[in-house]
C-alpha cells in the first residue's frame, strides 16, 4: 500500500470512529470545490450550498459501506452529482451525463472561421496572444474564462472544471463521471475550443486572413 492509499485508509477508518478532527479536515479540503461542482448543477449559490450539505450527510451516514473500490474523493463527488442533479432536474436545470452528443456530432471550431474552398484554411485565424500568461491572469480575463465555462454544455462544463480547474487526472475525471476515455477527450477537448474561443475573442486576437 503506498503512502497515498495509507493515508486515505487511515481517514477513512478515523470518519468511521466519527473522528470530528478528521471530518473537519476533510470539509476544509473538498468543500470549495464541492461547491463549485454542485453550482454546474443548480441555479443559485444558496442552493450549492445546501447540495454540499446534503453531501457531507451522505458521508456520514454512508462511510461505514464505503468499499474503497474507487478513491475517497470520488465517491464524495458521486454523492454530491446524485444530490446535485436531483436538485437540478427539479429547477429544470440539468441534462443526463449520458445524453451527451458523441465524437463528430458538432464542430470544436466555429465552421465560419474557415474559407468556404472547403481545404481548412482560415477566414479568421488566431493570431499570437501579447504577453499572454501576463492578460490571462488578469481579473477580467478570468471573468471572461469563468463565464465561458458557465455557458458549456453540462457534460464539458464538468470536464472541464474537474480537469483544468480542480487539477483532477485523467483516470478520476472518467471514473467520477463513469464516461469512457475517448468520451472524456473529446468533451475536454471541445469545453476547451470554446473557452479559447472566449479568450480569443476578448483579446481581440483573430484576424482576417484576406
Known amino acids: 500500500m503506498d503512502r497515498d492509499s495509507a493515508d486515505e485508509h487511515a481517514l477513512v477508518e478515523a470518519l468511521r470512529r466519527g473522528d ?5 479536515t476533510l470539509v476544509a479540503d473538498q468543500a470549495s470545490m ?12 444558496a442552493v450549492a450550498e445546501e447540495v454540499v450539505q446534503e453531501t457531507w450527510l451522505g458521508v456520514l451516514n454512508g462511510i461505514d459501506r464505503f468499499e474503497g473500490r474507487a478513491s475517497l474523493r470520488t465517491w464524495i463527488f458521486r454523492i454530491l452529482v ?9 429547477e429544470a436545470r440539468s441534462i443526463p451525463f449520458s445524453s451527451v452528443a458523441t465524437p ?6 466555429d465552421p465560419d472561421r474557415f474559407l468556404e474552398s472547403g ?3 482560415w477566414a479568421l485565424a488566431p ?17 471572461v474564462i469563468l463565464r465561458a465555462i458557465t455557458m458549456l454544455p ?3 462544463r464538468e470536464v472541464i472544471t474537474l480537469r483544468d480547474i480542480e487539477g483532477w487526472s485523467s483516470e478520476e475525471v472518467r471514473n467520477a463521471p463513469e464516461v469512457t476515455e475517448t468520451n472524456q477527450r473529446v468533451l475536454l477537448h471541445r469545453a476547451r475550443s470554446k473557452v479559447r474561443g472566449a479568450i480569443e475573442r476578448h483579446l481581440n486576437a483573430m484576424e482576417p486572413t484576406a
Open 20 to 24: 470530528e478532527r478528521a471530518f473537519a
Open 34 to 45: 464541492l461547491v463549485r461542482v454542485a453550482r454546474m448543477y443548480v441555479a443559485t449559490d
Open 82 to 90: 446524485n444530490i446535485a442533479k436531483t436538485r437540478g432536474v427539479r
Open 104 to 109: 463528430g456530432d458538432e464542430p470544436s471550431v
Open 119 to 121: 481545404d481548412g484554411s
Open 127 to 143: 493570431v499570437p496572444w501579447q504577453t499572454p500568461e501576463e492578460r490571462l491572469l488578469t481579473g477580467e480575463t478570468r471573468d
Open 154 to 156: 453540462p457534460a464539458q
